[in-house]
């Protein structure tokens, strides 16, 4: 009766998003498979083909005939590497999901301890870089900076050294597919989720083969994407320029007449002309500022982000939870 036995789904799920990782997708599989192995047998590998013009997709497909746990799905074009891990999410079926770089800068050995941790009842494991050696010292610098910034003006907090390399659970692996932002900033988002999380330090290892797809350009959407979906700051600063340039404004004022009485005009007219000026435009910086707190809020809302998360559920409550779906 048990001809082939219950096809069971997997426990790990392993999200890899690719773009041009041609000479990278069989060093990988090489050596990700053997952990896998000795974690469990049922695990799955997601590759997330992001668009790639090379021979990415086919070197996988020669994967996945040889092993047929190994799977992918693929883009139409580009659409991104934060995009990518969130096709990846939708389409892992594991009790945990693991999300890692194709080219083995992340080491795949640090999966089991990941799987440790969380078999200990962590819901969220992720590596903890303890260097930035190999990149240059502008861009640690620039990271450096914006990490310090996202902690000023932003609610949750990144651990330090975080990056997508980590293990989700799969209620975490869910909630993360409900927030439908277009924008999508994963690491604040990982914080945001909450739940009992834990981090193991990492030594990142040196790229195998071809390059790294981020430019300094896409850094800084990406951290400008962060900022901006984490914090309405940069709309409200405005009402505190307005404010400051109004007052000074009316200092202005105050010095001038003083002047005027005591010495008298040397340039009639220019006085009240730069006072009225300065006055106004302090106002309206204060008005786009009022507007600013306003587009802030709509912007809040429009995020749709649930405003709770719930951890855990039992008996007939439980019933309700969502399955994947
Ligand atoms: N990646 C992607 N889409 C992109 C850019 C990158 O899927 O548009 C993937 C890439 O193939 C790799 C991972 O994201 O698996 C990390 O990229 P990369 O190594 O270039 O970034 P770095 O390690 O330099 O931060
Ligand atoms: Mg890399």
């Known amino acids: 009766?048990?001809?082939?036995?219950?096809?069971?789904?997997?426990?790990?799920?392993?999200?890899?998003?690719?773009?041009?990782?041609?000479?990278?997708?069989?060093?990988?599989?090489?050596?990700?498979?053997?952990?896998?192995?000795?974690?469990?047998?049922?695990?799955?590998?997601?590759?997330?083909?992001?668009?790639?013009?090379?021979?990415?997709?086919?070197?996988?497909?020669?994967?996945?005939?040889?092993?047929?746990?190994?799977?992918?799905?693929?883009?139409?074009?580009?659409?991104?590497?934060?995009?990518?891990?969130?096709?990846?999410?939708?389409?892992?079926?594991?009790?945990?999901?693991?999300?890692?770089?194709?080219?083995?800068?992340?080491p795949p050995e640090l999966i089991e301890t990941f799987v440790e941790r969380w078999r200990e009842g962590y819901a969220m494991v992720y590596a903890q870089r303890v260097d930035r050696d190999?990149?240059?010292?502008?861009?640690?610098?620039?990271?450096?900076?914006?990490?310090?910034?996202?902690?000023?003006?932003?609610?949750?907090?990144?651990?330090?050294?975080?990056?997508?390399?980590?293990?989700?659970?799969?209620?975490?692996?869910?909630?993360?597919?409900?927030?439908?932002?277009?924008?999508?900033?994963?690491?604040?988002?990982?914080?945001?989720?909450?739940?009992?999380?834990?981090?193991?330090?990492?030594?990142?290892?040196?790229?195998?083969?071809?390059?790294?797809k981020w430019n300094y350009g896409r850094l800084f959407r990406f951290a400008f994407d962060g900022i901006t979906s984490f914090t309405t700051m940069p709309l409200r600063v405005w009402t505190w320029c307005g404010s400051l340039v109004s007052v000074a404004s009316l200092l202005l004022a105050g010095y001038y007449l003083v002047k005027t009485l005591l010495f008298g005009t040397d340039l009639p007219g220019f006085p009240s002309q730069i006072v009225s000026m300065m006055f106004f435009a302090g106002v309206q910086l204060m008005s786009l500022g009022i507007i600013g707190e306003y587009v802030g809020r709509v912007f809040a809302e429009v995020k749709g982000r649930p405003l709770y998360v719930v951890a855990e559920r039992f008996g007939a409550t439980a019933m309700m939870m969502n399955g994947p779906s």
């Open 134 to 212: 190999g990149e240059s010292v502008l861009k640690r610098n620039a990271a450096r900076l914006f990490y310090r910034l996202f902690e000023r003006f932003c609610e949750v907090r990144l651990p330090a050294g975080a990056g997508d390399f980590r293990l989700i659970d799969r209620r975490g692996v869910e909630v993360l597919r409900s927030l439908g932002e277009r924008a999508r900033f994963s690491k604040g988002l990982y914080a945001w989720i909450g739940f009992r999380s834990i981090g193991v330090p990492f030594v990142v290892e040196e790229r195998q083969h071809g390059r790294t």
């Open 1 to 106: 009766m048990h001809g082939r036995g219950p096809v069971l789904p997997p426990e790990l799920s392993i999200v890899v998003p690719v773009f041009n990782e041609g000479s990278n997708v069989a060093p990988l599989c090489a050596r990700l498979t053997p952990v896998l192995e000795r974690i469990t047998s049922r695990w799955e590998i997601v590759f997330v083909d992001d668009g790639s013009s090379d021979d990415t997709l086919e070197l996988i497909r020669a994967q996945s005939l040889l092993e047929p746990r190994i799977g992918s799905v693929s883009f139409s074009r580009n659409f991104g590497k934060e995009i990518a891990i969130a096709a990846g999410l939708d389409h892992a079926r594991g009790q945990a999901v693991v999300i890692m770089d194709a080219d083995l800068q992340h």
